[in-house]
């Protein structure tokens, strides 16, 4: 489903993620090192306090970009392992119709948003749930934060391949 | 008026940051800086963990220190429903015994797995001491990964104490009893005669942690009470203390307290090893249960064993020795070079301290007193080291420091003393509250203690914290000892009956650990791989139901064509693949726990409805804004019922069925 995020909607979402953080940094804590034996306990980081100066909506954050996600004819082997995931990882609460399970569905995704972007997101979803304001705005349609379902980087990219066929790629 | 009240605040210890505050004497208030060597501020992790036992609750619970918070109880021994333990399908073999299914037990002793004397994060081991069995729990998950249970014995209490490269842990039976079998009934009078002990060597395999009843060797009937490894120039010798050397069998604490002194027993295991080897054990038939939980279809399984093989002590004379040792002696415990062993006589106004090397020349050259029950005896002075002095009253247990430092528990005088090894003198003690049993020193068994602090586990608590009615939580008493004296720094109450524990920096624990269980990986014969796996199958009358959970719906959700007394086995897989969200499943009216399904795992659910009607289910761990809406239905019909097995999620399959 599409939405139509209006700059004073963003610039809300912007303002209450710096207000409000969903979710501590978690590599802050390096066991062994703990409060009780420093001299100052350093505060913990506000990461959440989300670093969205440098966040580029258009790419998302994580792994990928332009330079390492090509797409081009459409690979039929890839699509067949996607699918496969999907089943097991997806289908649970994405339909492949517009229709809204318990997440948007599938249909047109590869059309409104580039291949590296949907790569970063569904590999590292709680970085960007917490700094993209078109995310911002389906959690508080869908209620639910998208899991991390631990995919792998191929896992990836052929859930980006079975997408791009359910949308009419050839 | 600010003067007075800095003066007032220091009085009661509770000092500012940079103040030092001493109060006179008394050495028991909570002196300056406690709350600051304590305080793990919030997102901040501990420096320890600390797995302490649970004794009567049969659990091993965890603890991060310094804070003394409580991070996870892990079912053991006992039925745990809120985690399905003993209750699901899958975990219920993992209580398996000779006497069929027993669903608690009594956990005393933690042994983490050490690589060269050191811990290596692997594994902790704990004891059961009424129906005795030894459990591994596996640390890349916190669960318990294998029991194996021990024929012969009873009153598994000198266990489950390990090598240093974890080549075994050991288990002697606290209760001789006569050995298992057709002749074992006897009159309890016949003890000196009929009744033996048995040691149990239990192997664990480097690299899977498999545990193998390696053999047992049957010693003299005494009460074997607790034991430690020897290291480094001691390794391959273990040390027990014995006790009831009278052989009573009725009013021990007055007949078993007779002798002035009792024994710790030295055993050569690597003699042991030879003697196996030569193919001097005898096999004896027995009945035991050997339960091993697997991970990738995260079911349990029960086998049955039929032999052990023993080696008989009194007919292999270079196996065990007994040294004499005020007075029923409790710990027995080895300071970090190998070379001291400590014995606390529980009735002795002494603490001797034996030599290793001395023991060795005491053999070579046999120094012996005469025999008991077959074994030699080691003359008492060619073996001691030397003895502390008036250390206080009902020493039980010893932990080390890595400064040359012991520290002993004193159960009846309620403190912890530190002395020095060597010089075998007292420079320190410290009141605990109250009745203190077992210490731990992180890593204060190893040929490396961490040292920093030690912990007092205590029996009674009586006023220390707010009453609860007639019973009160038993408590842990953290002490710092990185300064000559010991200081109190924190209480914490603790689970169950706290007794052995051990502690080891965090690091070694947390780079190993599942997140989550790969679902790919899954290979339990009832797994739904996604939705579209989902269905419900009848055979007879058990029906499976194969479901799957996902933030925010179980599926199916709508099942009908149950009937009253079908056998219904609810598969849960749970799809998640995300840290920290495992799913609940709980149906109303079922006579079992619930489940609590960790994501990537497929756990059992056993229903056997007894009424008509409609019975929700529901997910029971809070996953997401939307569990409330978690939920489903079965309908059960009567016995001989018409109704078609259906189960579905979107559309209720049985209305579209009835409308074809």
């Not at chain 2, 004497?25 to 797995?51: C, H, I, M, R």
């Not at chain 2, 990185?482 to 947390?510: R, V, W």
């Not at chain 2, 009253?564 to 726990?593: C, M, R």
């Amino acid at each position: 489903m599409k939405r139509i995020v209006s700059f004073s909607f963003a610039a809300a979402c912007l303002f209450a993620l710096v207000v409000v953080s969903c979710k501590g940094g978690e590599d802050t804590n390096t066991s062994g090192t703990n409060g009780a034996s420093q001299e100052t306990p350093s505060a913990n980081n506000s990461a959440t306090s989300a670093n969205t100066a440098s966040y580029d909506p258009k790419r998302g954050e994580g792994k990928f970009d332009a330079s390492n996600v090509k797409v081009a004819a459409l690979d039929e082997s890839m699509v067949t392992k996607g699918d496969a995931i999907f089943k097991t990882k997806c289908s649970a609460c994405h339909k492949l119709t517009d229709e809204k399970l318990v997440g948007p569905g599938w249909k047109g995704v590869t059309g409104r948003k580039e291949p590296y972007w949907i790569m970063n997101f569904i590999t590292n979803p709680d970085a960007m749930i917490d700094k993209d304001p078109e995310l911002q705005a389906q959690l508080e349609i869908c209620l639910v934060r998208m899991p991390n379902q631990n995919l792998t980087d191929d896992d990836a990219r052929h859930i980006l391949e079975f997408m791009r066929k359910n949308d009419g790629a050839k | 008026m600010k003067l007075q009240s800095v003066f007032l605040y220091s009085l009661l210890g509770i000092t500012l940051v940079g103040t030092s505050c001493k109060p006179k004497g008394t050495s028991s208030a909570v002196t300056g800086g406690a709350a600051e060597k304590t305080y793990v501020p919030p997102g901040k992790y501990d420096e320890l963990y600390n797995f302490v036992s649970g004794g009567f609750s049969g659990q091993m619970s965890v603890y991060g220190l310094p804070s003394g918070r409580l991070l996870r109880v892990i079912p053991v021994f006992s039925v745990d429903p809120e985690k399905g333990w003993g209750y699901s399908e899958e975990t219920k073999p993992m209580l398996n015994t000779s006497h069929g299914f027993v669903p608690w037990d009594d956990l005393h002793h933690v042994e983490l797995s050490q690589t060269n004397g050191e811990v290596n994060g692997k594994w902790v081991f704990g004891n059961a001491n009424n129906t005795p069995r030894i459990a591994r729990i596996d640390l890349k998950t916190f669960r318990t990964a294998e029991i194996i249970e021990l024929p012969n014995s009873a009153g598994n209490h000198s266990s489950p104490y390990g090598t240093e490269n974890t080549e075994y842990v050991v288990a002697g039976t606290r209760f001789s009893v006569p050995a298992d079998g057709a002749g074992s009934d006897v009159p309890i009078s016949s003890y000196k005669e009929n009744f033996k002990g048995h040691i149990s060597f239990i192997s664990v395999d480097k690299e899977t942690g498999k545990m193998d009843l390696s053999f047992q060797i049957r010693t003299p009937g005494v009460n074997f009470d607790l034991a430690r490894c020897g290291k480094a120039k001691s390794h391959g010798w273990f040390f027990f203390s014995c006790y009831n050397t009278e052989q009573a069998n009725t009013l021990l604490e007055v007949n078993a307290s007779k002798n002035d002194k009792d024994f710790i027993m030295a055993v050569n295991w690597k003699k042991a090893e030879e003697y196996l080897k030569a193919g001097k054990g005898k096999k004896v038939p027995v009945k035991y249960a050997h339960n091993t939980y697997n991970e990738t279809t995260h079911t349990a399984t029960s086998e049955f064993k039929n032999e052990v093989i023993v080696l008989d002590a009194a007919e292999l004379k270079d196996i065990c020795y007994f040294i004499p040792c005020p007075k029923s002696p409790h710990g027995c415990d080895v300071n970090p070079t190998g070379e001291y062993i400590v014995g606390s006589g529980k009735l002795a106004a002494l603490l001797p301290v034996f030599s290793f090397d001395k023991i060795q020349t005491a053999i070579a050259e046999k120094q012996f007193e005469g025999e008991y029950g077959g074994i030699p005896v080691i003359k008492y002075e060619a073996a001691l080291h030397g003895e502390v002095q008036k250390p206080g009253l009902g020493p039980l247990h010893t932990e080390f420091d890595a400064n040359g430092f012991a520290y002993t528990s004193f159960f009846v005088s309620s403190e912890v003393v530190k002395w020095n090894v060597k010089e075998l003198k007292v420079v320190d003690r410290v009141p605990t509250y109250y009745s203190v049993g077992h210490l731990c020193v992180p890593g204060g068994n190893t040929r490396k203690p961490y040292g920093k602090y030690v912990i007092a586990y205590n029996k009674i608590t009586k006023d220390r914290y707010l009453p609860t009615g007639p019973e009160l939580s038993q408590s842990a008493q953290l002490f710092d000892i990185s300064g000559d004296k010991m200081q109190l720094i924190l209480d914490f109450p603790t689970i169950g009956e706290p007794h052995y524990a051990q502690a080891a920096p965090a690091e070694l624990f947390t780079k190993n650990q599942y997140k989550i269980y790969k679902i790919e990986e899954n290979k339990h014969p009832y797994v739904a791989k996604g939705e579209a796996e989902t269905k419900a199958v009848r055979e007879g009358n058990k029906v499976h139901i194969y479901l799957t959970t996902i933030r925010s719906h179980i599926a199916p959700d709508n099942i009908e064509g149950v009937k009253v007394g079908d056998e219904v086995y609810f598969h849960v897989t749970n799809l998640e693949q995300d840290w920290d969200i495992p799913h609940g499943f709980a149906i109303k009216g079922a006579n079992n726990g619930e489940l609590l399904i960790m994501p990537g795992e497929t756990t059992t659910l056993k229903w056997i409805p007894e009424k008509t009607g409609i019975f929700p289910m529901y997910c029971t761990d809070f996953c997401s804004a939307l569990h409330q809406e978690m939920q489903g239905y079965v309908r059960v019909s009567p016995a001989g019922s018409n109704v078609p097995l259906t189960a579905s999620i979107g559309k209720n399959a049985a209305d579209e069925k009835a409308q074809k």
